[in-house]
């Protein structure tokens, strides 16, 4: 993780493009339910669990990492929760995803200008990654490429924010794998 005023990482998964926009309530259309949403009538498949092994074959979950880097939170959030339910919703690569799917919610609630959303989701990403560190007992270094330990210390420090971001961007912070 390094701070927004580097150029942002090489993009995990080029290819695949990015949403026409990043959704905001009141701002932009619902991707799924309205009409003129971005992803309006896209049928998508349920992905495949992603193997924390060889992560970076899992392209829903470095799609989830371009979103999330470029500032589509919600759209992040959307990725990784099909990764999340795909692994049944429990379990140490669940509650992995779990944790990033309430980053990319804090992210939400921050350009939505929610300081309260955006404490109450980082919070929750901050439990939900130090009860993965727990499961994960003596292993340490990156799981599916990012540091854990790391992404708890942004989650405390966005949980203890006293403002919910200026509805533009959110975080001075982007998810680099090793």
């Given amino acids: 993780m ?17 949403p026409s926009y990043a959704y905001r309530p009141g701002h932009t259309p619902h991707p799924t339910r309205d009409p003129d949403g971005h992803s309006y ?9 992603p193997d ?29 929760e099909g990764l999340w339910v795909a692994c049944g919703r429990e379990g140490r690569a ?25 404490s109450a989701n980082a919070a929750t990403a901050l439990r939900l990654l130090q009860s993965f560190e727990a ?14 330990r790391a992404l708890a ?4 420090k966005l949980s203890a924010a006293p403002s919910g971001g200026d509805g533009a961007s959110a975080f001075d912070f982007m998810l680099r794998p090793e």
């Avoid at 779990?98 to 300081?115: E, P, Y």
Wanted: with cysteine; charged share 20%; aromatic share 12%.
């Fill in 52 to 80: 924390p092994e060889h992560w970076r074959a899992c392209a829903d979950y470095l799609y989830g990492i371009d979103l999330f880097n470029h500032g589509y939170y919600w759209e992040a959030h959307e990725a990784w």
């Fill in 2 to 18: 390094a701070a927004n005023s580097a150029p942002p990482p090489p993009r995990m998964v080029p290819d695949r493009p990015f």
């Fill in 41 to 49: 009538g896209a049928e998508a498949g349920p992905p495949d669990p």
């Fill in 94 to 118: 669940a509650t992995y995803l779990q944790a990033l799917i309430n980053l990319a919610a804090a992210g939400f609630k921050s350009r939505m200008g929610s300081a309260r959303g955006m």
């Fill in 135 to 148: 499961q994960r007992e003596h292993h340490r270094g990156p799981y599916m490429g990012l540091d854990t």
């Fill in 153 to 156: 210390d942004v989650a405390a």
